[in-house]
């Protein structure tokens, strides 16, 4: 029987139609984790404290976490201190299949709705989460940030140039990546759960996650390689890898380090005497005369463009990019092509350009989910889905229970 789609077939029910999730995470890795589901077609709640999440607090960096982490979901303000906001979160627990948190260490537990007593009131319950240096270890009531996780997993001690202090990622990689990990655990979780009737304790840590992410260069130090440090541009144990060549109007990185790379980039810059000069005629002679390879390298692309140095190396089969400005990223035909760029639209009309989910199912579009809500934007509907009358929400609200 053919099952491949038409035309004129409707489109599949997104992935977790269905599923619902408790979102009582703040910043990135906890509501990021959430708003993959949610980009999934999870119904996805965000409880937040009566004053919301802390990056709604921080100025317009912590707007724009808002905006990127947290669209598709719905917003309830809860003070959770209160017996009544605890009662009320475990009634949306109890209706729910994922509970999300990535809260200061014992936060949770504290306030009753940790994993443990969740999942022994509602052992279907999927309970994800994220800390800063895992429950295991000596760290595991310190707070942790993401800058925190690049120091103390090493990354910072290879990232930068080596007579410079040590460096850290531009952006909050590691926040990002435990969202996605994190949301991948789920998912593992939720297949489970279909064939053993029964939920699951999930747990990760940033310090893990940006363990995690030097996989190549842990396992190459666990296997006997000397203590990785910064160089800056370049890779320590290959050449041409990674490098930083100045072009006419900016800079290119390339890597032709596989013998046969290496040749064809000497044909393509005319240069086929160093296919076997003794300094450049294997990886590790080139990496032994680094200096004057960059020299050559610099020489040779120093009057094209970049755009013209990608084209040329690309047609060649030669792995080179062009390093862009945010504006020129945005400019990108490729970026353009891929549909990783949507719009998201506020209850009020309102509209701003945000990234989806970096991958596809299928021939469907990237998923367009709400704008991230305003703080408590949907107090009234989502008490009224877990039972309370308008009489006890009106309770709660005066109370001051609710915002």
Same mark, same amino acid.
């Given at each position: ?6 035309? $004129? ?13 408790? $979102?009582?995470?703040? *910043? ?8 993959? /589901? ?88 999927? *309970? ?17 940030? $993401? ?15 080596? $007579? ?22 789920? /998912?593992?979780?939720? *297949? ?14 940033? /310090? ?114 062009a390093v862009r400005t945010y504006g020129q990223v ?49 107090t009234d509907a989502v008490l009224a889905e877990a ?9 709660l609200r005066h109370a001051g229970v609710v915002a």
């Amino acid at each position: 029987m053919n099952t491949e789609r038409t035309v $004129d077939s409707p489109e599949p029910a997104a992935p977790l139609s269905g599923v619902r999730v408790v $979102d009582l995470g703040q *910043y990135i890795a906890g509501p990021g984790a959430a708003m993959a /589901l949610a980009e999934l077609g999870a119904s996805v709640i965000k409880v937040e404290p009566l004053a919301g999440d802390q990056a709604r607090h921080i100025g317009r960096y912590g707007e724009s976490m808002i905006r990127a982490y947290n669209r598709g979901k719905r917003s309830i303000a809860l003070d959770l201190k209160s017996d009544a906001g605890r009662e009320a979160a475990l009634r949306l627990i109890a209706r729910s299949d994922v509970v999300i948190q990535n809260l200061r260490p014992g936060v949770v537990d504290k306030l009753g709705i940790g994993p443990r007593a969740v999942r022994e009131r509602f052992p279907r319950v999927i *309970y994800l989460s994220i800390s800063g240096f895992g429950s295991r270890g000596p760290s595991r009531e310190r707070p942790g940030y $993401d800058i925190a996780a690049q120091a103390e997993s090493g990354l910072m001690s290879v990232t930068g140039e080596p $007579d410079r202090p040590p460096q850290k990622v531009g952006v909050p990689i590691i926040d990002a990546a435990a969202a996605h990990l994190g949301a991948q655990a789920v /998912l593992a979780a939720l *297949y489970g759960r279909e064939k053993s009737g029964v939920g699951e304790t999930l747990e990760t840590s940033l /310090l893990e996650v940006a363990m995690h992410l030097q996989a190549t260069t842990w396992c190459d130090y666990l296997g006997g390689a000397p203590e990785p440090t910064r160089i800056g541009d370049g890779q320590p144990n290959n050449a041409p890898a990674a490098e930083v060549i100045s072009t006419h109007d900016g800079h290119i990185v390339l890597s032709a380090y596989a013998d046969e790379h290496w040749a064809r980039l000497c044909r393509v810059m005319g240069r086929e005497e160093f296919v076997t000069d003794p300094r450049f005629c294997t990886n590790a002679r080139r990496v032994e005369h680094r200096v004057a390879l960059r020299a050559v390298l610099r020489e040779c692309f120093s009057d094209m463009t970049s755009d013209e140095c990608v084209t040329l190396l690309g047609r060649h089969q030669i792995v080179a990019g062009a390093v862009r400005t945010y504006g020129q990223v945005l400019a990108s035909p490729d970026i353009e092509g891929s549909g990783i760029l949507v719009e998201a639209k506020a209850a009020d009309g309102t509209r701003y350009r945000a990234l989806g989910l970096p991958y596809r199912l299928g021939n469907a579009p990237h998923a367009t989910p709400p704008a991230a809500p305003a703080c408590g934007a949907d107090t009234d509907a989502v008490l009224a889905e877990a039972g309370y009358n308008d009489t006890e929400i009106a309770e709660l609200r005066h109370a001051g229970v609710v915002a």
